[in-house]
């Protein structure tokens, strides 16, 4: 079998030569990061008894100690279910306005667009920081934190579901003289209902994985379990309340792409 | 009666209306004919406001229009539009996307919240039985042919009881049989109801067959108004610039006699169909 090799030959005059500068950029830019993150294969080989050593001392896990995880785990669940409704109940209002096609005025959609990604930008447990501050330790600062990060996400991918509908239907119902609400209820929603939800699905999904750690920053749920058990060095605790954690993520996982499949 | 006077239509430095002048009486059914790019489609959004006129005046019953708001909802109440791709809403019912066309006389609340006066209700399932598609209420609109799609689209439209009807492109991505259907339905319908239609059409052939009046568009001009027994050779080559066919006059009219008769056996064979 004769081989051939088919490629298209980059335009402009330099030909394939236009690649050297991107190679060497690449190059020099990863050898940087090597050398700031201090990459060291030798030390990773080195650090693997260690690794093995930390492995056996969570075997076997402790699964007398999954019952005191029952509690943390709910709270876990419960942590990300009111921060995906109430990120979703901050999310709807907005999202009309941040859609390009329905937003009244430029100027509104790219501000709108703007406090959505500042809302997104900062991470959860951040957030969560500043919430344990307000509020205090507990659950309740889970909850807001993800509830913020979550409409700055939940707010732009709703918008960005708006402005892939056929604007046919609205024309339709535009000619047929129905009023603003009439056209969101009738020619909107109807349309981006599937996305909606398929988002919605997977932010909680998400939010259940953010939740297992919030507890790290003492704003609730089962990843404060998982941070006392490593500081009073019960490895084998540890070890239950990554089982459990691996549990609800999955299950999670399984649920929603269950949810996401009955939807067309 | 609505009448059009001076419409003008510009996109920057291209003119696409120049200037119409028309009246359409009560009842009456007219083709508008013409090459795609013609202004076709915007002389009937610039009619019921989807896009906005640069100069001229819409007068209905009279009463011109002036751009507020309580205008334009009395406006778009009394002229109905039927689109190319139908446009109806793909997740609805059949039945929601009819009572769109009540949606002008409805309470926003309550018909957001899924509640309708039952009078509305009775309205469209008697506007689906017009186009014969009283069986389909209860189906989603993306479960229907392109046929069917559009006589619900049809359906939508006669349920805002209008003068006027607006038919951009109607048939223009169905298959021939389909399109003397739907065609055949718009036609009868709005008889029925002697309602004035104004409708798009790029064919020749089905121009003839179902216009009483013919308005040849082309380059933004009406180039000829009056019946369809008037459209000479002279006449499609100023509506079509270019096209330099005499055979294509002879075999539309005379297609126009044969089919004007099967249509009403076409018709009568589908309805039986469906009664099946």
């Known amino acids: ?264 | 009666m609505i009448e059009i006077r001076g419409l003008a239509k510009s996109y920057g430095a291209h003119q696409a209306l120049k200037g119409i002048t028309l009246s359409i009486r009560p009842g009456e059914f007219v083709v508008v004919l013409g090459p795609s790019g013609a202004g076709k489609s915007t002389l009937l959004r610039c009619i019921n406001r989807l896009a906005t006129p640069t100069a001229g005046d819409i007068v209905v019953d009279g009463t011109p229009f002036r751009s507020s708001a309580r205008d334009l909802r009395l406006l778009r109440r009394n002229v109905a539009m039927i689109f190319q791709q139908h446009n109806l809403v793909k997740r609805l019912s059949v039945l929601k996307n009819v009572l769109v066309g009540r949606m002008a006389d409805l309470s926003p609340i309550l018909s957001s919240l899924q509640l309708f006066p039952e009078a509305d209700v009775k309205i469209a399932r008697h506007c689906l039985e017009q186009v014969a598609m009283a069986h389909k209420a209860d189906s989603r609109a993306d479960a229907l042919s392109g046929g069917e799609q559009q006589r619900v689209g049809i359906a939508r439209a006669l349920a805002q009881q209008p003068k006027f009807m607006l038919a951009d492109e109607p048939v223009a991505s169905l298959d021939p049989k389909t399109s003397r259907i739907v065609l055949s339905y718009l036609k009868k319908s709005c008889k029925e109801s002697n309602i004035a239609v104004l409708c798009n059409l790029h064919q020749i052939d089905y121009a003839l067959e179902f216009g009483e009046r013919i308005v040849g568009l082309s380059a933004g001009e009406v180039v000829y108004d009056g019946p369809p027994s008037g459209v000479s050779g002279d006449v499609i080559r100023r509506i079509y610039p270019g096209l330099d066919d005499p055979n294509v006059l002879d075999a539309a009219q005379r297609l126009t006699e044969r089919r004007r008769a099967a249509a009403e056996s076409v018709i009568a064979a589908e309805a039986a169909e469906e009664r099946a």
């Open chain 1, 1 to 264: 079998m004769s081989l051939q090799f088919v490629v298209t030959r980059p335009r402009g005059p330099l030909g394939w030569w236009i690649l050297i500068p991107f190679i060497g950029a690449s190059i020099a830019v990863l050898w940087w990061s090597a050398v700031g993150t201090k990459l060291s294969v030798s030390d990773f080989i080195s650090g693997l008894p260690w690794i093995a050593d930390f492995l056996g001392r969570m075997l076997p896990p402790n699964f007398a100690f999954m019952e005191k995880l029952i509690k943390p785990a709910v709270e876990t669940v419960q942590i990300a279910l009111w921060g995906t409704l109430l990120g979703i109940v901050l999310a709807l209002p907005v999202c009309f306005f941040a859609a390009r096609n329905l937003s009244p005025y430029a100027w509104v959609f790219h501000g709108l667009r703007q406090v959505l990604n500042v809302m997104r930008g900062i991470n959860e447990i951040i957030l969560a920081l500043i919430f344990v501050a307000a509020v205090g330790l507990g659950p309740f600062a889970g909850v807001l934190a993800i509830a913020l990060h979550g409409a700055g996400m939940l707010g732009k991918f709703f918008a960005e579901a708006i402005e892939e509908i056929d604007e046919g239907p609205l024309d339709a119902l535009r000619a047929a003289g129905a009023g603003t609400l009439q056209r969101i209820v009738f020619g909107v929603l109807p349309q981006v209902l599937p996305a909606w939800i398929g988002v919605v699905l997977y932010r909680f999904e998400t939010n259940i994985r953010v939740s297992t750690v919030l507890g790290m920053v003492g704003a609730g749920g089962i990843g404060f379990e998982l941070i006392s058990s490593m500081k009073l060095f019960a490895y084998e605790d540890t070890a239950a309340c990554v089982i459990v954690i691996l549990v609800l993520v999955l299950a999670a996982d399984l649920l929603s792409s269950k949810l996401r499949a009955m939807i067309r």
